[in-house]
């Protein structure tokens, strides 16, 4: 029973850390209809950013984060509003291919920036736990885990109180409607690109600081965001959350039970079973359901 | 508007046939032209075999760099200049075997292997089939040795021994003697073989064993696993991984409240990135290697082991890791069957190579009917204050094991 008490815990805490991993994926999609492949570049780039900023300048992984937050909004700005938004009203084909591209380009820059060695960001605490009821919590996942919860609720908070939220959502409900009322559609999609890229890089640093990383974990996490946004509904920030929960508990309930590659077609399995009893997603309604296309 | 979206198509495109091209190179010089002899190699520079690609690469530079300042290789009269042409496999099987076929076509017949037993299983057959030859630098898998090829010759010792050596250490040195042994494994050829090598040395040793529990292949969450063999409360956690499970298993022994009196895992200890990337936790862990510079045996090109290591030092900056050796001492064996054989041709070649017996800086090199090298014993090391020190076989030891290797 312990066992399974133990395997439950690591995987809504794991899970935590991917919702956090691919609740930028989600917005992006949602609100600008773009699948972008090169997310997972975009943790791993922020991995690495944390991992400098705690080398060089000795920054804890909980101050480096926002470094890596700042550096990688500004990158997704620019990549969002000089390279995708070209091709944003393009067939969604074209977008993937661009996204696509990007993440060879970022990858192997990487490779070459960094080589292809697995790195880690070293902490005095991340690695020690507590026992409750005789159920070990790792520190370091544990706090990744409450980041996760607050950053979303933090995200939420921002999309539904603030000026700049609003316009998003209503970019992404419809665009024409939107620029009629003012916003400037262009400068709306690069801020959301950006949030969702910080949000990657902050994403990215937590990992870092829990386990390794190198150049090609970049594919994994895509995949990963991809399975949560599709299960929690596309631009629902809730249903990210619950997505990765879904995704870590099921991974960690399936390696418990099962025996080793399974666990990787399991996720996918989860993915059918949900769209075929809920199509738009766990939490709600899906939020592109709701959009005009003009 | 469209004639932007068909600019920036275009430009991604090309920039992706671009990319394409890149990982396949230009075509190579051919095999026996003028005074070159030259050798086909396929190697990972690019994918998830990147790391370990560029040090097998690595290994086969300071190869070519040896055998040409001893003035090249001598065969039947003539002294032929070595060169490699080296083409990227991007990490996956099935490039690396078409990259083995575009050799052939080109009319290189001596190859060396690609990194890891996925990779050299693929090439193997296709060996096979154009009737070339290979040294294998790095693929360990018993596999690859059960299917009767007569043409691909390993210098390396078999995956079965990587996990039993560090049993048969931990039965050698211990004291007082563990009792249990939990292993833990990849969910890979190799790694499956490696600890099924380390259940059965186990069994022998009269151990009770536990495991193996599976977990995927490149996982950074082995916490199931470990879950699994919690209750038994092992005195040795063995895994049977590569770098990235291996860094898991110790972080997560530690988060999972687990105390084992030591842990022991493959492939991963003897790699820098292990204790640069755990820092002090990766102290007291036991790995075996093919290779360290403990080794004792030297030859006339690269010296011996401590030589070895310091030239590489001098050539890439950092020490001398077992992948690098190994890919340097099956580029020796092409080499020296090459001379033996007084011929290029392929066949004279693999029959100088089934009859090789030469001591190297790697150790003795002799393969048995099926291509493996069964006469070099693995070395197994522990990490000592952030440094891989050789503790077993005793003949080798730079220094005695720490035990329990585990601080609590």
Known sequence: ??????????????????????????????????????????????????????????????LGMFVAAVALFALGYVVQRFVINLVVNGPIFITLLLTFGLELLLTQGMNIAFTANYQGIQTTYAGTSFAVAGVQIPVGRLLAFVLSVVVTV??????????????????????????????????????????????????????????????????????????????????????????????????????????????????????????????????????YSARLEV | ???????????????????????????????GSGDTLTLGASVSLTGKLAREG??????????????????????????LKLAVSYQDDTSKPDTAAQLVDQFNDQGIKLILGSYGSANTEAQAAVIERNNQVMVDSSG??????????KRTFAVLSPASEYAASIVKALADLASPK????????????????????GVAAAKAAGFTVTGPELFPNGATDVSSALNKVKGSAPDVIIGSVHLAEGVAIVKQVKELGLKPKAIGETVAPPTPDFVTTLGAAADGVLGSSQWTKAVSGKDDYFGDASAYDADIQKA??????????????ACLALVLATEKAGSTDPTAVRDALAALD????????????????????????????????????????????????LGS
């Not at chain 1, 809504?12 to 209809?33: K, P, T, Y």
């Not at chain 2, 360990?140 to 090829?149: L, N, P, R, T």
């Not at chain 2, 190297?360 to 009917?369: E, I, L, S």
């Not at chain 2, 693995?378 to 329990?404: F, R, Y």
């Open chain 1, 1 to 62: 029973m312990t066992g399974f008490l133990q395997a439950v815990a690591y995987g809504l805490l794991q899970g935590g850390l991917l919702a956090l991993v691919a609740v930028g994926f989600s917005l992006v999609w949602g609100v600008m209809n773009v699948v972008n492949l090169s997310h997972g570049a975009f943790v791993v780039l922020g991995a690495y950013v944390g991992l400098l900023v705690n080398q060089r300048l000795g920054l804890d992984p909980f």
């Open chain 2, 54 to 79: 560029t040090l097998t690469q690595e290994g086969y530079k300071l190869c070519v760099e040896k055998v040409n300042a001893k003035g090249g290789v001598k065969v039947g009269g003539k002294t």
């Open chain 2, 178 to 197: 563990p009792t249990s042994v939990a292993f833990l494994s990849a969910d890979d050829g190799f790694s499956k073989t490696a600890a099924d090598g």
């Open chain 2, 140 to 149: 360990a898998d018993d596999k690859i040795f059960a299917k009767g090829y």
């Open chain 2, 358 to 405: 030469v001591t190297t800086f790697f150790g003795r090199v002799k393969f048995d009917a099926t291509g493996k090298n069964v006469t070099k014993p693995m070395v197994v090391i522990q990490i000592q204050g952030g440094k891989a020190v050789t503790v077993w076989p005793k003949d080798m030891a730079e220094g005695s094991l720490v035990w329990p290797a």
């Open chain 1, 154 to 287: 933090a995200l939420v908070a921002v999309m539904n109180r603030t000026r700049v939220g609003m316009s998003i959502m209503a970019t992404g409900m419809d665009r024409g409607a939107a620029r009629l009322m003012g916003i400037r559609a262009r400068h709306v999609y690069a801020l959301t690109f950006g949030i969702a890229a910080g949000l990657a890089g902050m994403a990215g640093t937590m990992i870092g600081m829990v386990g390794t990383f190198n150049p090609a974990s970049a594919g994994g996490f895509t995949l990963l965001s991809f399975v949560i946004a599709v299960l929690g509904g596309l631009g629902n920030m809730y249903g990210a959350l619950a997505g990765g929960m879904l995704i870590g508990l099921v991974q960690a309930l399936g390696g418990y039970f099962l025996s080793g590659t399974w666990v990787n077609a399991l996720a996918f399995l989860v993915l059918i079973l949900v769209l075929m009893f809920r199509p738009s997603g766990l939490v709600g309604k899906a939020f």
């Open chain 2, 316 to 329: 890439f900056g950092h020490a001398a890791g077992y992948h690098n050796a190994e890919a340097s001492a």
């Open chain 2, 1 to 31: 508007m469209n004639t932007r979206v068909l600019f920036v198509s275009v430009v991604t495109v090309g920039a992706l046939a671009l990319t394409a091209c890149g990982s396949k190179g230009e075509a190579g010089p051919s095999a």
